[in-house]
């Protein structure tokens, strides 16, 4: 047993130390953000597309059809314009909070200072998609509250065809299963971006496309119970409904988490230039509050061909 909580506590360490090279890093990167600027091109309002679906576009092929936009519940409220000044707002705003420097050209001289490394990022397309689904709540449980009772019991299906109600040996026989499942349709709203990255002194070095997502929803909160004495299953349900500023919000939102991803990917690329491409087992996440990196799993840019 000595010997197994050495193995332990040996393995624990060896964890320890293989982190250390990246948290130290993490801590460097924050010195040299300033010898780091951003330049930032915006997207035009022709590069924001605007679709609205009836239905699931991931389900159904939709390519040979056009539905209009104003039979939408949001977008067509929407103008381009505004759309592309939220999401700048978002980016640019979360840039500051990593205190990395950044340009946009079209409003400032790109003057770059001394070693100082410039990486472009120019934002090619925006979409915003629109499209009403089917979601489905199922259960396998229902609550069942008796009169007296301070709380409500959960119990499986099976189970509350065999409970003994009180004042009475009365049982729920030839449960309806059916009435463990029930369906909505909801609004479902996406952003989409494709930013086009581009390291200024390696011409040579092919662009990256960087995608990312975000999107929010109608959502329902449902449950099954039974009342005693009543022996029907019924279902109560609780909308949350998403309104014109909620969308407003994502595309805001939107912009602030490419921010981030583009704090992220500067942080990755300095992780290679110091540490070797081979030598990196995964992206990592930057906390400029902490200094520390943290794996970012899926919250991140999806690299995708030019």
């Not at 349709?185 to 011409?203: D, G, I, M």
């Not at 929803?217 to 119970?225: C, E, L």
Request: charged share 25%; hydrophobic share 35%.
């Amino acid at each position: 047993m000595r010997y197994l909580n050495f193995i332990v506590i040996g393995i624990i360490l060896l964890g320890l130390v293989s982190c250390f090279p990246i948290q130290r890093l993490a801590r460097e990167f924050n010195e040299h953000k300033h010898n780091k600027v951003v330049l930032l091109i915006p997207p035009s309002e022709s590069d924001i597309f605007s679709f609205y679906y009836p239905a699931d576009p991931y389900k159904y092929d939709f390519s040979d059809s056009i539905y209009d936009l104003n039979d939408s519940r949001f977008l067509h409220h929407i103008p381009d314009s505004v759309v592309v000044d939220l999401f700048m707002r978002g980016l640019t705003n979360r840039l500051d909070q990593y205190n990395i420097r950044y340009l946009i050209p079209d409003t400032n001289h790109v003057v770059l200072q001394k070693n100082e490394k410039a990486y472009m990022f120019s934002v090619a397309q925006m979409e915003m998609l629109e499209y009403i689904d089917t979601a489905t709540i199922r259960a396998d449980s229902v609550y069942l509250k008796i009169p007296g009772e301070k709380y409500a019991y959960i119990y499986s299906a099976s189970e509350v065809e065999e409970i003994d109600f009180p004042d009475t040996d009365e049982k729920i026989s030839d449960l309806d299963r059916a009435e463990y499942v029930r369906e909505y349709s909801r609004t479902n709203v996406e952003a989409n971006s494709w930013l086009e990255f581009t390291e200024l002194e390696k011409p040579g070095k092919p662009m990256q496309v960087l995608f990312s997502m975000q999107y929010t929803s109608d959502m329902i909160d449902g449950y099954f119970f039974i009342e005693y004495p009543e022996k029907e299953v019924k279902y109560s349900q609780q909308s949350y409904m998403i309104f014109i500023n909620d969308v407003l919000d994502l595309v805001y939102f939107s912009g602030y988490k490419n921010g981030e991803y583009i704090a992220d990917h500067l942080f990755n690329l300095f992780l290679e230039e110091r540490l070797g491409e081979e030598d990196i087992d995964h992206y990592y996440k930057y906390n400029p509050f902490r200094n520390i990196a943290q794996k970012a799993n899926d919250d991140r840019f999806i690299i995708m061909e030019p």
